[in-house]
T-cell receptor, first 115, second 113 residues
Framework: AQTVTQSQPEMSVQEAETVTLSCTYDTSESDYYLFWYKQPPSRQMILVIRQEAYKQQNATENRFSVNFQKAAKSFSLKISDSQLGDAAMYFC????????????FGTGTRLKVLA | NAGVTQTPKFQVLKTGQSMTLQCAQDMNHNSMYWYRQDPGMGLRLIYY???????DKGEVPNGYNVSRLNKREFSLRLESAAPSQTSVYFC????????????FGEGSWLTVV
């Protein structure tokens, strides 16, 4: 069974600085998708970025980018020029491309942004 | 843009009472999910429905039942609520195809006393 691990329960970053959130996963599959979701205090789940495992190029979305290391099964999220609005819980998620279509989520990292 | 709609948003139950959480999506998605979120535990899958007419257990199905009423609706029932079921519940939906993004409802806060 696939698992997703986020080993940093909480992180802090100074406004305008860069922070990296870690995520590792375990799978025997070669084709899959990885996601980062943001959950602000409102509890709404917001897609931040998506990575397809068969693509070597790291995904980027404005100030958000990932470092996808397939062999190491690592999928970290880098937030550049951090803003106060980035403060939230961040979840890493895995989705298989076959079978049951389940999404597996990590336990989350709470990001605090300091003014 | 409604997306995924859950009701109720807040509910307080007494131990042993039953209730149903309702969920509907208007995006014509095949797959629907119920998750619970607890502090330090992240999002844990309770049940999911890959397509209309099918349901499967997730990671923490005990104490719950589900019904995929039609393509739009997927309900979660607590037959005899227990304090351990105090949680925030999220309904979600996605296309079944490969890596389609999952869309979440706003969550339902359930307290069992």
């Amino acid at each position: 069974a696939q698992t997703v691990t986020q080993s940093q329960p909480e992180m802090s970053v100074q406004e305008a600085e860069t922070v990296t959130l870690s995520c590792t996963y375990d799978t025997s599959e070669s084709d899959y998708y990885l996601f980062w979701y943001k959950q602000p205090p409102s509890r709404q789940m917001i897609l931040v970025i998506r990575q397809e495992a068969y693509k070597q190029q790291n995904a980027t979305e404005n100030r958000f980018s990932v470092n996808f290391q397939k062999a190491a099964k690592s999928f970290s999220l880098k937030i550049s020029d951090s803003q106060l609005g980035d403060a939230a819980m961040y979840f890493c998620a895995y989705r298989s491309t076959s079978g049951t279509y389940k999404y597996i989520f990590g336990t989350g990292t709470r990001l605090k942004v300091l003014a | 843009n409604a997306g995924v709609t859950q009701t109720p948003k807040f509910q307080v139950l007494k131990t042993g009472q039953s209730m149903t959480l309702q969920c509907a999506q208007d995006m014509n998605h095949n797959s629907m999910y119920w998750y619970r979120q607890d502090p330090g535990m992240g999002l844990r899958l309770i049940y999911y429905s890959a397509s209309e007419g099918t349901t499967d257990k997730g990671e923490v199905p005990n104490g719950y039942n589900v019904s995929r009423l039609n393509k739009r609706e997927f309900s979660l029932r607590l037959e005899s609520a227990a304090p351990s079921q105090t949680s925030v519940y999220f309904c979600a939906s996605s296309e079944a195809y490969r890596g389609r993004t999952i869309y979440f409802g706003e969550g339902s806060w359930l307290t069992v006393v």
